[in-house]
C-alpha cells in the first residue's frame, strides 16, 4: 500500500483565496482524519470521519473551514477564504477504527500539505 | 486549552546516552496514551504506546512509563542513536474501544549529537 496520500505537499497563496487539499486514505481504513501542526498548538484535530460521514467537527476553527468525503477513498479539507493565520502543516490520518487495546488503533499520517497563506 | 503537555520544546542528547521525554496531560479521562516519531516533511510515524492499566511498555530501546496519579508520561530511548533525531509528539485517547480521536501534545525536538 502506498500509504496516506496528500496532495499537494506545498501550497502558497495569497489572502482570500480558496485552497483545497486533497487526502486519499489507507484502502480498508474506515476512520480519516485532518490535522493542523503549528509550533504554538502542536498537532491539533480539526474534523474526522467514519465511513464517510463527518463524526466530530468541533476542531475546525471557523466556517471558513468546510470538510468533505464524497467516497472512501477521498477527502477535501477547503479554506475560503484563506487568511495569513490559516499557514501551518495540514495532516490527513486514517485507521481501521478498531479497539485501541488491540493495538490497531494506530493512526497512519500522510506527509502533510505545507500551506502558507501570504 | 492544551490537555496534553509536552513543556521541553528542544532537547539535546549525546550519542549512546538515555534520552528522557516528557510529557503531561490534565483529563483524568485519558486511557490510552502514544507516541509518535516525525522526521522533517514525513508525516507522524507511531512509535510506543501505553494503556492506563499499565505502568511500563517496552519495546527495544523505547520505554514508556504512566504515572497516572501525577498525569505524567515519559519516553526513555537507551541508547540514544543520531537516527532518533526528530521530533516526538505526545498523544492521549480517552475513547477506548472506539477510533482514536487522539489529543496531541506540542512536541520535543530531541536532538542525538556524536
Known amino acids: 500500500d502506498a500509504g496516506v496520500i496528500q496532495s499537494p505537499r506545498h501550497e502558497v497563496t495569497e489572502m482570500g483565496q480558496e485552497v483545497t487539499l486533497r487526502c486519499k486514505p489507507i484502502?480498508?481504513?474506515?476512520?480519516l482524519f485532518w490535522y493542523r501542526q503549528t509550533m504554538m498548538r502542536g498537532l491539533e484535530l480539526l474534523i474526522y470521519?467514519?465511513?464517510?460521514?463527518?463524526?466530530?467537527d468541533s476542531g475546525m476553527p471557523e466556517d471558513r473551514f468546510s470538510a468533505k468525503m464524497p467516497n472512501a477513498s477521498f477527502s477535501t479539507l477547503k479554506i475560503q477564504p484563506s487568511e495569513p493565520r490559516d499557514s501551518a502543516v495540514y495532516f490527513c490520518?486514517?485507521?481501521?477504527?478498531?479497539?485501541?487495546?488491540?493495538?490497531?488503533?494506530?493512526?497512519?499520517f500522510g506527509a502533510g500539505s505545507r500551506l502558507t497563506v501570504l | 486549552d492544551q490537555q496534553v503537555k509536552q513543556n521541553s520544546p528542544s532537547l539535546s542528547v549525546q550519542e549512546g546516552r538515555i534520552s528522557i521525554l516528557n510529557c503531561d496531560y490534565t483529563?483524568?479521562?485519558?486511557?490510552?496514551f502514544l507516541w509518535y516519531k516525525k522526521y522533517p516533511a514525513e508525516g507522524p510515524t507511531f512509535l510506543i504506546s501505553?494503556?492506563?492499566?499499565?505502568d511500563k511498555n517496552e519495546d527495544g530501546r523505547f520505554t514508556v512509563f504512566l504515572n497516572k496519579s501525577a498525569k505524567h508520561l515519559s519516553l526513555h530511548i537507551v541508547p540514544s542513536q543520531p537516527g532518533d533525531s526528530a521530533v516526538y509528539f505526545c498523544?492521549?485517547?480517552?475513547?477506548?474501544?472506539?477510533?482514536?480521536?487522539?489529543?496531541f501534545g506540542t512536541g520535543t525536538r530531541l536532538q542525538v549529537t556524536l
Open positions: 490520518a486514517s485507521s481501521t477504527g478498531q479497539g485501541l487495546f488491540s493495538g490497531a488503533n494506530v493512526l497512519t
Open positions: 484502502s480498508g481504513h474506515d476512520y
Open positions: 483529563n483524568s479521562m485519558f486511557d490510552y
Open positions: 498523544a492521549a485517547s480517552d475513547e477506548t474501544g472506539t477510533a482514536s480521536k487522539l489529543t
Open positions: 501505553i494503556s492506563s492499566i499499565k
Open positions: 470521519f467514519n465511513n464517510n460521514v463527518p463524526i466530530d
